[in-house]
């Protein structure tokens, strides 16, 4: 489990002092938050692919704040916070929302470049409460026809 603390996540704090592990509810929203990145390139490198894989995140019970349908506007947001492709505002939110005296574990918002699906942040001081049940890499076996069959629905290729 990787919980970044780079800056370059959508809500990676602001000041480098939490990290943020980021996960889809469904492997496909993983696939889209991950290999959908680039708009204007379809091509997926296959080393990419080969050095990728999708685990399943186990989890205990963890409060997250719900960025998703009426959870923005009780927070006075708007889906932007999903979109916006530069990541200081929110950064802000996750940092706000990190500190709240309620110490909410992270937060639940819509995929970028697959709206349909949601994702979670989950905040590194809930380490304690996930672990990896399963990890299938992308390529091999019954993952490897789940993969081909991503790639086939946005229309990509892969670039041997």
């Known amino acids: 489990m990787y919980f970044s603390k780079s800056g370059d996540g959508r809500f990676d704090d602001p000041r480098r002092r939490y990290g943020v592990?980021?996960?889809?509810?469904?492997?496909?929203?993983?696939?889209?938050e991950v290999f959908l990145r680039q708009l204007s390139q379809m091509l997926i490198l296959e080393s990419d692919l080969e050095q990728r894989a999708?685990?399943?995140?186990?989890?205990?019970?963890?409060?997250?704040?719900?960025?998703?349908?009426?959870?923005?506007?009780?927070?006075?947001?708007?889906?932007?916070?999903?979109?916006e492709t530069r990541y200081r505002t929110p950064g802000l939110w996750s940092r706000s929302i990190f500190e709240h005296p309620q110490q909410p574990g992270g937060l639940i918002y819509l995929s970028r470049h697959n709206?349909?699906?949601?994702?979670?942040?989950?905040?590194?001081?809930?380490?304690?409460?996930?672990?990896?049940?399963?990890?299938?890499?992308?390529?091999?076996?019954?993952?490897?026809a789940w993969t081909i069959d991503q790639i086939s629905k946005y229309r990509l290729a892969i670039e041997p």
């Open 21 to 32: 592990l980021y996960a889809g509810f469904k492997p496909e929203a993983a696939f889209a």
């Open 54 to 83: 999708l685990s399943e995140i186990g989890c205990k019970a963890v409060d997250c704040v719900d960025l998703t349908g009426s959870g923005l506007r009780q927070l006075s947001c708007d889906n932007r916070i999903a979109t």
């Open 115 to 144: 709206p349909r699906f949601r994702c979670v942040a989950i905040f590194d001081s809930y380490i304690s409460h996930l672990g990896v049940k399963s990890t299938e890499p992308l390529l091999r076996g019954s993952r490897r």
